[in-house]
């Protein structure tokens, strides 16, 4: 066994086909069907059910994928190990991170990057907040960016760095009657329709605790996986009016934004991994100016001005 017959499994898992695994591993497929066949038969099982249609992965060979997933992430680390002690970073950087980032210009931060570490490869992932700290927890992501309400604790089981707290601001449509105030409060903005993120989301709770701390509901009428492009697009066309953090309504185009007195918070916190860091990641946490080893303070931002188109 050795770790280019693993490559294939996974390449053949991922694209369920023995043509487009071939091709994405740069071999034909000949080559790759006989290396296969040959693992199999050191195993003795057989990974793939194979019909004229479709390939399919086998119970042993969901099992043997997932060790050989680990085993290719260890041999990839050990060699950015090895670079790293010769003064080379290479190897893969996994980032993950919340729509609404807005305490580090995360595309500024890779591109200086990339100009100093270029074989490194970059992934990103956009998601929830919960969701990629599991997944910085796991071993999946090197490091994320996350928004929690402050009512929340900083997250568990990670190494944990808090960069700026951030009041929310009421987003709506320019036309909108709400749009010629100067500030709102909840109780103002609790008759009007919303667009918000999933229920259970970081993002989501911010806004649930506060209406419900004032003891007041409010009707989400929408909801929406990504705070960004299409949940301005709704408020836009007065479907609905969304809160969002000051720091981030900058971005966003056709829309007015109007300070909320009573308005909940967030917190915005840089993880990475608590027990080991990979040489690519302890590389980008330098770049980010955050020294993993020394506290520091979290920044306090103020809103904008309160209305902005």
């Known amino acids: 066994m050795d770790l280019q017959q693993m490559r294939y499994v996974v390449a053949v898992a991922e694209t369920n086909s023995f043509t487009r695994a071939a091709e994405r591993c740069l071999v034909v497929q000949s080559a790759l069907s006989h290396q296969i066949a040959r693992l199999e038969r050191e195993l003795g099982a057989r990974l793939f059910d194979r019909t004229s249609r479709r390939v399919r992965l086998t119970p042993a060979g969901a099992a043997f994928l997932s060790a050989a997933r680990q085993c290719l992430e260890a041999a990839e680390r050990a060699a950015a190990e090895v670079a790293a002690a010769v003064g080379e970073v290479r190897g893969r950087l996994a980032v993950g991170l919340i729509p609404t980032v807005a305490a580090v210009d995360v595309p500024g931060a890779l591109r200086t990057f990339r100009r100093r570490y270029p074989e490194v490869r970059v992934g990103l992932k956009v998601g929830a907040s919960e969701d990629l700290a599991d997944q910085v927890r796991d071993g999946g992501l ?61 993002g989501r709770a911010q806004s649930d605790l506060a209406f419900a701390a004032a003891g007041l509901t409010r009707d989400v009428a929408f909801e929406v996986t990504t705070a960004d492009l299409f949940m301005a697009r709704l408020v836009a066309q007065g479907l609905a009016i969304a809160l969002l953090p000051s720091l981030y309504v900058p971005q966003l185009t056709g829309v007015v934004t109007i300070e909320v007195t009573d308005a909940p918070a967030r917190v915005e916190y840089a993880v990475w991994n608590a027990t080991g860091r990979t040489p690519a990641a302890t590389a980008f946490l330098a770049v980010l100016g955050l020294d993993p080893g020394a506290p520091e303070p979290v920044r306090n931002r103020e809103a904008p001005s309160p209305r902005r188109t």
Do not use: N
């Open 142 to 202: 090197d490091v994320a960016f996350l928004g929690l309400p402050t009512t929340a604790p900083a997250p568990r089981g990670v190494a944990a760095r808090a960069l700026a707290r951030d009041r929310l601001v009421a987003v709506v449509a320019p036309d909108h009657p709400l749009a010629g105030e100067p500030t709102l409060d909840l109780r103002r903005l609790s008759s009007e329709v919303f667009v918000d993120l999933p229920v259970g989301t970081a």
